[in-house]
């Protein structure tokens, strides 16, 4: 009798769950030079973006790498919104850190760098500078993570806005009530000065009706 043994071997595959990419926002507007200029002189405009990763990268003091680096222009003289990801078994918070405590130096190393770039003196519209630095650190959810499917997408708009609002100050809910309370106070005064008006007309009216 020849009895057969089947060995079933079962391959179980793991599989690593995405996870969520730490990223570092930065933006900043640099005074002094026009975006559509810029964005016809592709080599001037590379140049201009390498003296900008050059100087986050120093001001990073060693925690990322220029491929860490992605900057990116936009319209209003010239905004600048860079995403710094960290290197792999480097934390987000080592690169904050590092950023914020250079932050003073930081902006004005971006515009003492592009001011090196040669030839840009022949594009710009007045004396290079820059303004309204700011740092946000953000989580940008794996794709099909979370209540949408379109993660990157929604991190892009995330990104759009962050762009848009560089340089500006976001009013705070507390600040828009106090201004919204404060602009019904007007409106409440003018229309009780109207009314006063008005009861003035009608009693300096019945006065001369009764000289008369």
């Known amino acids: 009798t020849t009895t057969t043994t089947t060995t079933t071997t079962t391959t179980t595959t793991a599989t690593a769950k995405a996870k969520t990419r730490e990223k570092m926002v930065m933006g900043l507007t640099l005074t002094g030079l026009d975006f559509n200029t810029l964005e016809s002189n592709p080599t001037m405009k590379n140049k201009v973006k390498d003296g900008v990763k050059d100087a986050i990268v120093k001001g990073g ?3 990322f790498t220029k491929e860490c680096v992605n900057a990116d222009f936009a319209p209003g003289s010239v905004k600048v919104v860079a995403t710094i990801t960290p290197p792999a078994g480097t934390k987000l918070k080592s690169v904050a850190g590092a950023l914020k405590k250079s932050s003073g130096d930081l902006s004005h190393s971006i515009a003492d760098n592009v001011k090196k770039v040669p030839g840009i003196d022949k594009i710009a519209t007045g004396p290079i500078g820059e303004t309204g630095l700011e740092l ?43 201004e919204k309370m404060e602009e019904n106070k007007r409106k409440k005064g003018a229309k009780e000065e109207k009314k006063d008006e008005k009861e003035k007309d009608k009693k300096k009216a019945k006065e001369e009706k009764e000289e008369k």
């Open 136 to 178: 946000t650190e953000t989580k940008v959810p794996p794709r099909g993570e979370g209540k949408s499917k379109k993660d990157e997408l929604a991190w892009n708009r995330r990104r759009k806005r962050f762009e848009a609002t560089v340089g500006q100050k976001v009013k705070k809910p507390a600040a828009k009530k106090a």
């Open 61 to 63: 003091g060693g925690s």
